[in-house]
């Protein structure tokens, strides 16, 4: 196997343009999906919860993240472990043991957006009053996205039949090209 490309969305685009991406992004969905469902979904009032409410709503949304990024590569037969970080701040994080495919990998990169986006949704359809928590809930989920779609646009320019393997920077992109068969024969 050879290394067809690293990949490392922090240092290709640096931390400071990442987190300014990742907080207008946050801004712009947070704008349309409530001013659509305020819009055309309900009129119904809104109900008030409280700030504890928000923060734990908010606070639930980063590990629910980590945990579906794990779950595609689980149920792949793969090994991820769920970790956190205690450097600089707390920081909840994955990571996969081993080398994983292509489809899992950009599988596991997109599962959090989808399913915290449809059940955010769902919830937003079915209790009209608590649209204002399920937008922010929403965003903040889409907001840290950002990375995984950065990170999945890479994945997918990369050959089908390719392995990614995690390292400590960001992964790399494992290659059996038929030039290599030839020549170990």
């Known amino acids: 196997m050879n290394c067809w ?3 490392s969305v922090e240092k290709d685009i640096g931390m400071v343009r990442l987190l300014f991406l990742s907080a207008l992004t946050m801004m712009v969905y947070f704008m349309i999906y409530f001013v659509f ?3 055309f979904i309900t009129s119904e009032p809104l109900v008030d919860y409280g700030v504890l409410f928000l923060t734990i709503l908010l606070l639930m949304v980063f590990p629910l993240h980590v945990l579906l990024h794990c779950l595609p590569i689980w149920l792949s037969g793969s ?3 769920i ?3 205690k450097q600089h701040w707390p920081y909840i994080y994955y990571s996969a043991n081993g080398t994983i495919s292509k489809q ?3 599988l596991s990169a997109l599962f959090p957006g989808l399913v915290i986006t449809a059940g955010s949704v769902l919830v937003s359809v079915t209790m009209p009053h608590l649209i204002h928590y399920m937008a922010m809930m929403s965003a903040l989920n889409i907001g ?3 990375y995984d779609f950065l990170h999945m646009k890479q994945l997918s320019r990369a050959p089908k039949k390719c392995l990614v393997e995690e390292h400590r920077n960001g992964y790399h992109i494992l290659y059996d090209n038929e030039f290599t068969k030839i020549r170990n024969q």
Do not use: E, G
Request: glycine share 0%.
């Open 83 to 85: 970790r956190v970080r």
């Open 144 to 146: 840290i996205c950002v």
């Open 79 to 81: 090994k991820a472990r």
């Open 5 to 7: 490309k690293s990949i």
């Open 37 to 39: 469902f305020t819009t």
């Open 104 to 106: 899992t990998a950009i």
